[in-house]
Structures are given as structure tokens and as C-alpha cells.
């Protein structure tokens, strides 16, 4: 069964560093998104991404985040200067749809470690 | 901004049915409801969505109210890999481009 795949699981890195998280989508899904959540908190909605552009984004997706999808298959998310406070599980989804669906497949995480 | 409500926990016995409420009395007439899971750190899981008829699938069904206002997650025959945070949510399909989680409830299945 085709599936969501992030790298890398868990990511420790130093406040202030550049973070980038990867992800590889089912390959024939159209829509991507990227979700964070901290932990013990709820999962919460980052930004989509539709037609190599953003669709819609939070307002915890400030300009230290940006989102790529720089070959075709990757869909990336970064974090320019990390802080304390970006410590949480990011979680990628894809859908097939023009989420008609509302059928999110996603990924098993990467976990970040801000220290 | 919550548009639905869900017990914060619940407990079931390994085997029983799992019925899992969620109320939603403010949904419009194209919000459609969905349910989805996160097991412990994993991520969630899409299980079932429907508009106002019942919806069965191979992991639930989905029971919603004639008057839509509420609606109840069923899990036949819940198993311990059952236990997990559900979450109910409504949304307009072919508009809204995200799903928004709220806190949902945590079901633990009992041995």
C-alpha cells in the first residue's frame, strides 16, 4: 500500500540553526501539507500546497517557514533560524483529490529537537 | 472556534462496540463530518467521512443524526490496537483546503 515517508524521524539541532524535513508523497496525489504538533498538544494545520504553490498557511507559518517541491517527488519543509519553541512532531499528508475527499494520507512524522 | 464536541476520554471493553459521540449542533447544510484517528505519536489516520446518510466502511460506520446536529463513530468490534485520540470534524468539501484537528476524544480499549 503506497504510503506517506518522512526523513529523517527525529532531528536534534541547536536554536538558531536552519532545519529542513522532508517528505516523499503517494506519488499520484495532488495536494500536500505539512502539520505540527507539540507534544501533548493538538496536531495543528502549517500550510498547504497545490500546483507548486502555497494554497493556504497558518498563522504559525510565519517567514522563518518555507515549503518546496524542488524535484517533482520531494515536498520540503524549512525552518530558517530554529527556536525553542519549534520543538514538536511536523507530520507531512498528501491528497489525492482536490481534497473533495477530505482524505489526508500522513506520513509517520519527523520529530524535531530544538535545544 | 470549535464547531464540534467530544467527550474528552472514553473506555471500552476489548471486543464491544465502540460508540464514539460527537456533537456538531452549528454545521451548515455542505459541511460534511469527518473522523479521524492518531495512534499514540503516530499520524492521523483518515477512517470515515459522510454528509447526512450513514457511511460504512472496513473500520467503521458513521451514524449521523436527521437533523445532522450529531453524529456517532462506530467501531464494531474494538480491538486493543483500537485505543487511540478520535477526532470528529466538520469541513466544506471542495472549499476548504485543510483538515482542523480539535483536542478529540481519547478511547482506550480495555483487555
Known amino acids: 500500500e503506497p504510503e506517506v515517508t518522512q526523513t529523517p524521524s527525529h532531528q536534534v539541532t541547536q536554536m538558531g540553526q536552519e532545519v529542513i524535513l522532508r517528505c516523499v508523497p503517494i506519488s499520484n496525489h495532488l495536494y500536500f501539507y505539512w502539520y505540527r504538533q507539540i507534544l501533548g498538544q493538538k496536531v495543528e494545520f502549517l500550510v498547504s500546497?497545490?500546483?507548486?504553490?502555497?494554497?493556504?498557511k497558518s498563522e504559525i507559518f510565519d517567514d522563518q517557514f518555507s515549503v518546496e517541491r524542488p524535484d517533482g517527488s520531494n515536498f520540503t519543509l524549512k525552518i530558517r533560524s530554529t527556536k525553542l519553541e519549534d520543538s514538536a512532531m511536523y507530520f507531512c499528508?498528501?491528497?489525492?483529490?482536490?481534497?473533495?475527499?477530505?482524505?489526508?494520507?500522513f506520513g509517520e512524522g519527523s520529530r524535531l529537537t530544538v535545544l | 472556534d470549535a464547531k464540534t464536541t467530544q467527550p474528552p476520554s472514553m473506555d471500552c471493553a476489548e471486543g464491544r462496540a465502540a460508540n464514539l459521540p460527537c456533537n456538531h449542533s452549528?454545521?451548515?447544510?455542505?459541511?460534511?463530518v469527518y473522523w479521524y484517528r492518531q495512534i499514540h505519536s503516530q499520524g492521523p489516520q483518515y477512517i470515515i467521512h459522510g454528509l447526512k446518510n450513514n457511511e460504512t466502511n472496513e473500520m467503521a460506520s458513521l451514524i449521523i443524526t436527521e437533523d445532522r446536529k450529531s453524529s456517532t463513530l462506530i467501531l464494531p468490534h474494538a480491538t486493543l490496537r483500537d485505543t487511540a485520540v478520535y477526532y470528529c470534524i466538520v469541513r466544506v468539501a471542495a472549499r476548504d483546503d485543510k483538515i482542523i484537528f480539535g483536542k478529540g476524544t481519547r478511547l482506550h480499549i480495555l483487555p
Open positions: 500546497f497545490y500546483n507548486n504553490e502555497i494554497s493556504e
Open positions: 452549528t454545521i451548515s447544510g455542505n459541511e460534511y
Open positions: 499528508a498528501s491528497s489525492r483529490h482536490k481534497i473533495n475527499t477530505g482524505e489526508l494520507f
